[in-house]
């Protein structure tokens, strides 16, 4: 039977995302792989990858929620799975440290309708984003060899596929469970001291809602345990600030990676977090993320 195109309301969307209880954090979490695609140039795997978000939907008036989460994403060793924490550049040969990812916080506005194709027992709901907007680093001579392009632009391609019972099931306030595709193509990382060398790089990911923090793999749970525990919940408010990015995050924390220190950096405690201003993150100019898995 072909799938069928039906819209469904945003409450739909928040159970799939997150939740319809704004007391409740959400777990995604995902994994694969990371290419280099360079033109005139076979493909290179750069690196495995392991992440995940944790998120809240808080209801502001009928129909429309906030969305605001956090996020993790690690570089691993393409061959032994073990979290990176320097990096050999392919091509030029220096060491450099790695920048994992800790986007805090990453954030949206779902409302309105969001369409889905229906197939039976399941749906799918498809987004593709473009973020596009000017590179916080290349206003200055000092990030020349790390993001020297004036625009920040990538595609991101997500899939997300749950049970159709759940979404029409009143009682559900989310999915029980959900199969995420998610695609990327970008530029080089910062940290990666790429320069203006040509090329992209491919993200092929897959992941899964998790019900619990003890169904989360390893080493997830150890870094949440012991280096970034503000990751185990979602924000327990909207908060007033540009969406953290790791550009955004390299020009905050160059001298940090300069000095060659272990990323990332133990996260600020939940009341510190409480005081951040708009100043810390108003070099970001970004569109909203509505799926919410942000480089």
């Known amino acids: 039977m072909a799938a069928k195109t039906q819209v ?7 159970k799939t995302r997150s939740s319809l209880n704004p007391q409740e954090s959400n777990y995604l ?3 694969g792989s990371i290419y280099a695609f360079t033109p005139g140039e076979k493909r290179k795997l750069l690196f495995k990858m392991l992440g995940m978000s944790t998120s809240r939907c808080i209801p502001v008036k009928e129909g429309e929620w906030e969305f605001t989460s956090r996020e993790l994403t690690y570089y691993l060793d393409p061959s032994t799975g073990e979290m990176l924490h320097k990096w050999k550049n392919l091509w030029t040969g220096e060491i450099v440290p790695v920048m994992h990812v800790a986007n805090n916080p990453v954030q949206g506005i779902f409302a309105g309708k969001f369409p889905a194709q229906v197939n039976g027992d399941e749906t799918t709901f498809a987004f593709d984003i473009f973020p596009t907007y000017p590179n916080p ?9 790390y993001s020297p392009f004036p625009t920040y632009q990538a595609a991101e391609l997500f899939k997300l596929t749950v049970p159709t019972a759940d979404l029409l099931n009143p009682d559900l306030l989310s999915v029980s469970q959900l199969r995420l595709s998610w695609d ?3 530029q080089w990382l910062p940290w990666m001291k790429m320069g203006d060398r040509s090329g992209y790089m491919i993200y092929s990911g897959y992941g899964s ?8 793999p390893e080493l997830l749970q150890e870094q949440l345990n012991n280096n970034v525990p503000l990751y185990k919940e979602a924000p327990k408010a909207f908060l007033d600030v540009e969406d953290m990015t790791s550009w955004l995050s390299f020009q905050i924390h160059f001298e940090d990676y300069l000095a060659g220190k272990t990323f990332p950096l133990p996260a600020k405690s939940e009341d510190e977090e409480t005081t951040t201003t708009q100043d810390d993150h ?6 909203t993320v509505t799926v919410g898995i942000a480089p």
Do not use: M, P
């Open 209 to 216: 809602k998790v019900n619990s923090f003890e169904e989360l």
């Open 184 to 186: 990327r193509f970008g």
């Open 8 to 14: 469904f309301d945003a409450q739909h969307w928040v």
């Open 137 to 145: 680093l290349a206003k200055d001579l000092k990030f020349a060899e």
């Open 29 to 31: 979490i995902w994994a």
């Open 282 to 287: 108003s070099t970001q100019d970004a569109e």
